[in-house]
């Protein structure tokens, strides 16, 4: 007699503990992507809105050497700008960086389930 086990694989979701920043304005398009995205990943992330405030351009500037937005900040390492970041999702090192799967995870990303069959007994 075969017994069919199948086991779901759990991923601890660490992305209350991730600090996001985005140094974005109001007008930019590439800034309402990146919003977009993050919103769906379920993300909270702190918007710095450099069209209301001078100094948090500077500050911007000063963190990253780059003048364009957005500029993205998660957990106070630079990732970058909009091309960046969609780099990073398609490679599935985003949800890596927002601790929404593990390395393991992402390097598997490739399979159609995340489920594995285990056959026991004969």
Not at 6 to 27: D, G, H, M, P, Q
Not at 33 to 53: C, S, V
Not at 103 to 110: E, P
Request: net charge positive; proline share 1%.
């Amino acid at each position: 007699m075969r017994t069919l086990l199948v086991i779901k694989k759990r991923t601890l979701n660490l992305s209350k503990f991730v600090n996001v920043e985005l140094y974005c304005n109001a007008s930019c398009q590439f800034c309402k992507l990146t919003r977009a995205l993050f919103q769906e990943k379920g993300i909270n992330f702190t918007e710095h809105r450099i069209d209301q405030n001078k100094d948090l351009k500077d500050a911007m500037i000063k963190r990253c050497n780059k003048n364009s937005i957005p500029q993205i900040f998660i957990n106070n390492t630079h990732i970058g700008g909009f091309d960046d970041l969609v780099q990073l999702n398609e490679s599935k090192q985003l949800d890596v960086l927002l601790g929404l799967t593990t390395n393991n995870d992402a390097s598997q990303s490739n399979e159609s389930s995340r489920r594995k069959t285990i056959v026991v007994g004969e």
